[in-house]
């Protein structure tokens, strides 16, 4: 299996430009639309800015409740939604607890990572959006936990 590769964000760095969310809805449908990103954004008055992205969770349950098996796990373990196998139950969206998967022209849709093209992350000057090593990703919110306990 090759190595778990995500796209994880730091909210703390985003400025809220939506440059990430323009080059997803580029990428996939070929048209600058908010609406058709594989991101989407939010705006907390305690936390700022705040994205929401499939978290590759580990026991998927968009993958136990897609009736049609159009979604699955890659090789590299990332879950991903054939949208040409996709038969609209929304069964997905409804299961989804970070609501990460959206609906376009009776389609469902979410981030399959461009394949490892890491458009979204290569586009953000803030270094909000990041690519790369589950495991680095584990290891730097480990690291961010402990220095919050260390300091009093």
Not at 15 to 42: H, P, Q, T, W
Not at 71 to 89: G, Q
Not at 96 to 113: L, W
């Amino acid at each position: 299996m090759d190595e778990e590769r995500i796209v994880w964000l730091k909210h703390s760095k985003c400025s809220g430009c939506n440059l990430c969310r323009l080059v997803c809805s580029y990428s996939k449908e070929n048209e600058f639309n908010l609406g058709l990103s594989r991101i989407s954004l939010s705006e907390d008055e305690k936390y700022g800015f705040i994205h929401t992205i499939c978290r590759n969770c580990e026991d998927a349950p968009c993958m136990d409740a897609c009736p049609a098996g159009a979604i699955y796990r890659r090789k590299d373990n990332y879950v991903v939604l054939n949208e040409m196998k996709c038969v609209s139950c929304n069964m997905c969206v409804m299961v989804c607890p970070f609501n990460a998967i959206g609906t376009k022209k009776d389609v469902n849709y979410k981030c399959d990572t461009c394949e490892g093209k890491e458009r979204c992350a290569q586009i953000c000057y803030h270094g909000a959006v990041k690519f790369g090593s589950y495991r680095k990703f584990i290891a730097e919110k480990r690291r961010l936990v402990l220095d919050r306990i260390e300091k009093p």
